[in-house]
């Protein structure tokens, strides 16, 4: 492992290719994409539209979820199979921006036409899936090409904190998009109020579901607003040179051997985050329906729910970035999975009359209001201390990648880090609803997610990745 902890002009020098464009406004840019990004994935992924696509508009829930869960998988490969070559492609260039102007356009547009996924009009059903799918991939392959400009944005030991406070602010921004739909706009059937008892400001069909469609034409218009910043004020590294996609392969195809050859411990943290990173996002999608099955949950307790986990995650991922720099990513990662998997068993240890799994306790009660059992409540700060870790540790995978890769070839080595995060994706969802069937019971179904962050946690620990608090670039080269 080559280390470099000079003073600051030997760290500036590596740096955006040998000219430092780090200054505040660029990061303040940069972090202002994610506030920009993420109500595409709490308000149209999560929350609001894909419980209403899969249990309204296809009328059927479960093949509903189905359609959703193989519209979802589309995306995902289409992610990981071109994220690799057109970093690769960006690299050449020098250029991101350009990649993430198409993108935000392809993002803007497919969220906009989920407005038109109303009641019945199954007739629609497959443009709408593509629609979604343009959305998601645009979403993903945007994050190969801002996670690239993270070096060129701030010196090694600040990485952390840069990381650490743009998910932060993504959880944030996820988190006021939500409380805005459901305090504000979305209305209950049974009483025509929000979630905070207030009359919705805009007068939407409740019958049409209006509210449940508005969302993604709503994220499409917080993105378009929120992410001028970025394009103002945070800049490229042109080259002059003109890639092609013959060259963006070629270059993939030497990139993937130097990860496998040269640069070994990228290529063992690749395979562990592939693995610990499939088992977070299985929590994040079974653990509302979990949580909804086992308590009867109305849309208003997971709206709560919602709330309370981007709360945590933005929490979690700010003072997470400190720790980053103060300890180092692998040893964050490590820590955050090792609470997380004691989390996700406490979790399988409650029902709706039980915690841990034998010590019977009074379950929740007609009148009691929502979210008033002792269960109910365990559940709720168990997914608090859950949100709490997973943004230290999806910032902290970032940030030990763009510690790690070599600087002249971010783009390409982010491009592998989304197709890691992805060619996978479909495993531990699936372990979960192969376990669930077979057994019958939905809490084996969950434990299951346990393995894959146990497994990832050992791969991750072979890496060698985590023996300083700022791994720097690693290989045999210069």
């Known amino acids: 492992m080559a280390h470099s902890e000079g003073g600051t002009d030997a760290a500036e020098g590596r740096l955006g290719e040998g000219r430092p464009v780090g200054n505040a406004r660029a990061r303040f840019g940069w972090i202002m994409f994610d506030w920009a990004q993420q109500p595409f994935y709490t308000l149209v992924t999560t929350f609001i539209f894909a419980p209403y696509f899969a249990n309204v508009f296809v009328g059927d829930a479960t093949r509903g979820q189905a359609v959703w869960g193989y519209a979802t998988a589309l995306a995902g ?24 102007w198409a993108f935000s356009i392809m993002l803007v547009a497919g969220s906009s036409l989920l407005w038109y996924a109303e009641p019945g009009a199954t007739d629609r059903l497959l443009w709408l899936l593509a629609a979604f799918v343009v959305a998601t991939v645009a979403a993903e392959g945007a994050l190969v ?8 944005l701030a010196r090694p030991e600040e990485l952390g904190r840069l990381s ?11 988190l006021v998009a939500l409380i805005v739909m459901i305090g504000l706009v979305s209305a209950s059937p049974e009483s025509g109020r929000t979630l905070l008892g207030l009359q919705p400001i805009i007068a939407l069909d409740i019958a049409s579901n209006e509210a449940d469609r508005l969302s993604g034409p709503f994220s499409a218009l917080w993105y378009a607003l929120f992410v001028i910043p970025f394009f103002l004020y945070t800049p490229d590294r042109p080259t ?7 060259a963006g392969l070629a270059a993939v195809g030497t990139t993937v051997r130097e990860v496998v050859g040269r640069y070994r411990p990228i290529a063992i943290f690749l395979l562990a985050r592939m693995l610990y990173i499939d088992g977070l996002l299985a929590i994040f999608s079974f653990g509302g329906i979990y949580g909804a099955a086992t308590f009867a949950w109305s849309p208003v307790e997971l709206g709560v729910f919602g709330i309370l986990l981007a709360l945590a995650g933005t929490i979690g991922a700010y003072a997470g970035g400190f720790l980053d720099d103060a300890f180092g990513p692998a040893r964050v990662i490590a820590t955050c999975l090792v609470v997380l998997m004691a989390a996700a068993i406490a ?10 799994f034998v010590i019977a306790v009074e379950g929740p009660q007609p009148g009691d209001g ?8 365990v559940f709720l700060a168990l997914g608090a201390i859950i949100g709490i870790v997973a943004g230290p540790m999806q910032s902290s995978s970032r940030t030990l990648l763009a510690r790690a890769a070599p600087a002249e070839r971010m783009a390409q080595f982010f491009g592998l880090f989304a ?6 994706a479909f495993l531990a969802p699936l372990a979960v609803g192969i376990v669930t069937d077979v057994s019958g019971d939905r809490r084996l179904g969950i434990a299951t997610i346990i393995v894959f962050l146990m497994l990832g946690l050992v791969v991750l620990l072979f890496s060698g990745l985590g023996r300083s608090a700022h791994a720097e670039r690693v290989g045999s080269g210069p």
């Open 145 to 152: 090409f801002i996670n690239a400009m993270m070096p060129s």
């Open 370 to 377: 929502i979210l008033a059992s002792l269960p109910e409540r």
């Open 240 to 246: 002059g040179t003109q890639p092609s996609i013959r």
């Open 164 to 174: 650490g406070t743009a998910w932060a602010v993504g959880y944030a921004g996820g």
């Open 419 to 424: 197709f890691s995060g992805k060619i996978t």
């Open 347 to 356: 979790i399988v240890s409650i029902d709706a009359n039980h915690i841990g």
């Open 77 to 100: 490969f289409i992610v990981a199979f071109t994220s690799p070559v057109l970093g690769a492609m960006a690299d050449a260039s020098g250029r991101r921006r350009p990649y993430i």
